[in-house]
């Protein structure tokens, strides 16, 4: 099996990571999260999303962190939004990248967004004009891209259908999102296969949660397939609010240890992303499901010491 020889990890942590959770984190905690997981190499980090503040509460303080990070040169700060207005505030406080966000289920997207997907698609052909004024680039997701807690299987024709209309409305690259970890490797693999026929795969990214545990097979499928951008967030944290039964994306540091292992690099300092990855299981005061930031990285175990 011929594999890349890098992958691109795009960390949502403090985004989709933290957006589900009781604790809040001040904006100086996230500052600080996003600098350190900066500091260990990850080059995309998706840090806030500048949605209704009493619809997700957690990034109400969202103008405050994207000011407040110390920007390293190289790096992509991205905000997620649902709308122009989310956008324009996004833009003003400096977002390096914005993502916009469609279901692939109507049902979730009336829950998410309280907008129809076609109302959805509108507003992302806006917020694409915005974007482009302000030469920024536009990620789109399209969530539940697999798997509805309402509707059930995702066609992978509706998938197609909505990531090429996507594209025509200028999104740089389309991640598909398991929003409640509904998808299955054979699935992921045939998806993938399918667009990657039709679309350039170097403008796909995938992004698993590992609600029934099977995030890292996804992963792999999705490898096999030509896709070489993986979301993770660090510790396993996240979920949407929106999705009954949502739980964590996989985490960072299991997909890290699992690529680079695999002799896939990804340019990120594992043991750093440990370190956060405890540090964040400090701050909720809850246990997470991070196995690599308990058991420690794989060639620990089996390489020579010094690989790091
Ligand atoms: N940020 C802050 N305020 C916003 C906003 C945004 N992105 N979008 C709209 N608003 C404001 C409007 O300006 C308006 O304010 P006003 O009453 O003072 O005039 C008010 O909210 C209502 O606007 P409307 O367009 O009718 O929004 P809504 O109440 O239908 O809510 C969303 C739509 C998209 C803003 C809301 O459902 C939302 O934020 N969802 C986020 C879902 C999410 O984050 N899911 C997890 C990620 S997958
Ligand atoms: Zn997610």
Redesign the pocket.
């Known amino acids: 099996m011929k594999l890349p020889l890098e992958a691109t990890i795009v960390e949502v942590g403090p985004r989709?990571g933290l957006?589900n959770e009781k604790k809040m984190l001040s904006a100086e905690q996230k500052v600080h999260l996003v600098e350190r997981l900066s500091g260990a190499g990850l080059k995309r980090i998706e840090v806030v999303?500048?949605?209704?503040?009493?619809?997700?509460p957690q990034?109400a303080n969202a103008e405050k962190v994207m000011k407040g990070i110390k920007r390293r040169p190289g790096t992509q700060y991205l905000a997620?939004?649902?709308?122009t207005?989310?956008a324009e505030?996004a833009l003003a406080s400096g977002a390096g990248g914005l993502g916009f966000?469609v279901s692939a289920s109507e049902t979730h997207n009336m829950h998410?967004?309280?907008?129809s997907r076609q109302a959805s698609m509108a507003e992302l052909a806006r917020v694409s004009r915005l974007a482009t004024e302000a030469r920024v680039p536009l990620r789109s997701?399209i969530?539940t891209a697999f798997g509805c807690p309402y509707e059930g299987k995702t066609p992978a024709s509706t998938v197609v259908s909505m990531a090429k209309q996507m594209f025509d409305e200028g999104a740089a690259e389309v991640c598909l999102?398991d929003?409640t970890g509904m998808g299955n490797p054979a699935q992921v693999e045939t998806v993938f296969y399918e667009l990657t026929r039709q679309l350039p795969a170097n403008r796909l990214a995938a992004h698993f949660h590992n609600t029934r545990g099977a995030a890292l097979a996804n992963v792999y499928a999705a490898l096999r397939a030509g896709i070489t951008t993986f979301d993770g967030a660090v510790g396993g944290t996240g979920g949407?609010?929106?999705a009954p039964g949502a739980s964590g994306n996989v985490a960072t540091e299991d997909l890290v240890n699992m690529l680079e292992d695999m002799g896939v690099h990804t340019g990120v300092d594992l043991d750093e992303l440990i370190t956060c990855a405890l540090e964040i299981e400090d701050i909720l005061e809850r246990p997470l499901s991070n196995s690599v930031a308990r058991a420690g990285p794989s060639w620990r175990l089996h390489d020579p010491p010094g690989r790091l």
């Open positions: 989709d957006q999303s500048f949605v209704h503040p009493k619809a997700v990034m997620l939004v649902p709308n207005v989310g505030r966000f998410n967004v309280r907008m997701y969530v999102g929003t949407c609010p929106f």
